[in-house]
């Protein structure tokens, strides 16, 4: 049996999705990052873009919403816990991350606005 396609409405907020996260990609890269991976699921969590400058290696929470006031609240505790999961799982996979600063960012994507980067927005729990 097949499951049931996606609302419209889901789709819309996965095409949202996509896009935020190629306008963040694009921000940090404008500002130096070079992109290593994207939407990347291991261990229960997903990290939406892996990044690199220099000596520091940060895994991204992209967040979109129509006001970035919402995109900042949207990450709550849960995320968090599932988010450094899936780093750990990420890190222990490339033993080489072990030689580079580890950071958690975010990058708040608002309607008609370029995206807001926030460095070492949370703590990566258990490294």
């Not at 095409?15 to 939407?39: F, S």
């Not at 290696?57 to 816990?81: C, N, T, W, Y």
């Not at 980067?117 to 703590?123: E, G, K, Q």
């Given at each position: ?10 789709q819309a907020a996965h095409r949202r999705g ?110």
């Amino acid at each position: 049996m097949r499951a049931a396609a996606p609302s419209p409405e889901r789709q819309a907020a996965h095409r949202r999705g996509h896009r935020a996260e190629w306008l963040a990609l694009l921000a940090l890269m404008l500002r130096g990052y070079w992109p290593l991976a994207r939407r990347v699921s291991l261990a229960g969590g997903e990290i939406d873009l892996i990044v690199r400058r220099g000596g520091t290696l940060v895994f991204v929470e992209v967040k979109a919403r129509a006001r970035l006031d919402d995109a900042r609240e949207a990450i709550g505790a849960a995320k968090r816990r599932r988010f450094s999961k899936a780093v750990r799982a990420w890190v222990a996979r490339h033993p080489c991350a072990g030689e580079l600063t580890l950071r958690a960012d975010a990058v708040f994507v608002g309607r008609g606005l370029w995206p807001e980067h926030c460095p070492a927005a949370f703590t990566i729990e258990g490294l």
